[in-house]
């Protein structure tokens, strides 16, 4: 996506959080549900549905596996069905902020981009969401797909206050900056991003144009090799290799 993190970890998606105390009924759904959360990150689309309605038929009211459900039909394309997915599983738990969180990216993902902060909001709303960098971050992509760019930057700064080791906040807010011909808080957050990371060729690209801009020849030389011998294929060493290194 043109404002998106490329390969660096995706936006989006918690498939399972820690299971609580449960029933014997729920120990068998979730034993299912854990299966097709696997095929699923395996791109096994056909098997993550098949463990995903086992698991449904066990214990209908199992509002995590029809999150999933929602996550696979989003990857298919099958956005009726994601969307049907996601509604029923808030139905049994509006609260859940793994469910809402990843609705608010489905919706997001479908140019819902105002429908979608306030999912990403509803899911903030959990003082105890292991990884509320997440929404934040979700949010401010949809916020730059808006065109606001000022709500962007502030959602992107939350996240990285919240986790100093997110690499999409890292990223956006480096962009943001370069934009901005801001060096200094460019240079700090895709220094970040290479000292944390191994790097993408969309990192190396925003680490380039930086020094680029500061002038930095030799910083400049070191990053535009490594981009060819890491990255030969990509669209960032075609556009270094036609000289289109613009900030």
Known sequence: SPEGPGALPPSGQAVLPDSAEEG?????????????ASYYQQGKYAVALEALRQALLIDSSY????GVLGLVYMDMGERAR??????????IAP???????????????GGRHRESLE??????????????????HNAGLCAQRMGDEKAAEAYFLRAF???????VAMFNLGLINLKRRDVDRARFYAQRLLGSFEPTAEVLWLALRVERLAGNADALASLASQLRRRFPESREAQMLASGNVSD
Do not use: H, M
Request: net charge positive.
């Open 95 to 109: 609260a859940d902020s793994d469910l809402n969180n990843n609705y608010g990216w489905f919706l997001c993902q």
């Open 24 to 36: 014997e009924e729920r120990r068998r759904a979730r034993i299912r549900l854990e299966l097709g």
């Open 82 to 91: 994601a969307e049907e997915s996601f509604q029923r599983g808030l139905r």
């Open 119 to 136: 999912y990403f909001q509803r899911a903030l709303r959990n003082p105890l969401y292991p990884t509320p960098a997440k929404p934040l």
């Open 63 to 66: 509002a995590l596996a029809y």
């Open 161 to 167: 206050q919240v986790q100093p080791s997110d690499p």
